[in-house]
């Protein structure tokens, strides 16, 4: 199954966030009842984001992966 990538009019770009602002930033404009596949750059910030995500949308499924090897982000 082919899922779509975003255009890049679609892509937004958020700096200087505070603690917990990034998460909610997320569950406020990704889609709602639909699998979400988030990419971090370190399995510390997959684990935060994740856990942040669940207090906003307990019921919304979002999976958090840390990029591989030392590809730029």
Known sequence: MNYPLPKPAQ??????LSSG???YLLTE???KHQTK??????S??????????QFFRP?????????LGNAAV
């Open 11 to 16: 892509k937004s770009f958020w700096t200087a």
């Open 21 to 23: 602002s990034l998460s």
């Open 29 to 31: 404009h990704l889609p």
């Open 37 to 42: 596949i988030i990419l971090t750059k370190d």
């Open 44 to 53: 510390e910030t997959a684990q935060r984001l994740q856990a942040e995500w």
């Open 59 to 67: 019921n919304d499924v979002a999976l958090f992966f840390p990029r």
